[in-house]
């Protein structure tokens, strides 16, 4: 029997590539996070230590460096993981951070129209804050009455 030695073991090792793209991690089944790295694999080892992002598998979609707000965007859009507590909204560092827990109410809100539009809860939130936004800006140009 041969014993085993470190010389042996480097001889079968193959060497992990560096993949830039968007990951997803995984926990029975359910999708529970997306992110996005210039190196996967080393990003998904620093979730290990994360407690509370607890998965059992992931999956890597490789694509270039300029594409991944994008991708990341449209794969939070469409399975709204429960860790993705910021949404890219396609290029640029164009995010929304939630910082607060959503009142009940309201996360119920934005549940539904996620459901009849379709999308996620944090597209619901985004376009509602636009919307928000559009009327503060018109309330700003309007003449003093």
């Not at 080393?42 to 979730?47: E, W």
């Not at 949404?87 to 119920?108: A, E, N, T």
């Not at 539009?117 to 003449?143: D, Y």
């Amino acid at each position: 029997m041969n014993s085993l030695s470190a010389e042996h073991i480097a001889g079968l090792a193959q060497s992990v590539k560096k993949t830039c793209g968007v990951y997803v991690l995984m926990r029975a089944g359910e999708i529970v996070y997306v992110g996005q790295s210039i190196n996967c694999n080393l990003r998904i080892g620093s979730h290990l230590n994360d407690a509370g992002k607890m998965f059992d598998s992931y999956f890597v979609i490789e694509c270039p460096e300029d594409n991944l707000n994008e991708v990341e965007a449209r794969y939070i859009a469409k399975f709204g993981p429960k860790h993705n507590v910021i949404m890219p909204l396609g290029g640029g560092d164009d995010r929304v951070r939630s910082m607060y827990r959503i009142p009940k109410d309201v996360d119920d809100w934005l549940q539904d129209k996620a459901t009849r539009n379709g999308t996620s809860k944090n597209i619901e939130l985004v376009a509602a804050l636009r919307k928000l936004r559009e009327i503060e800006g018109q309330k700003e140009k309007a003449p003093n009455a």
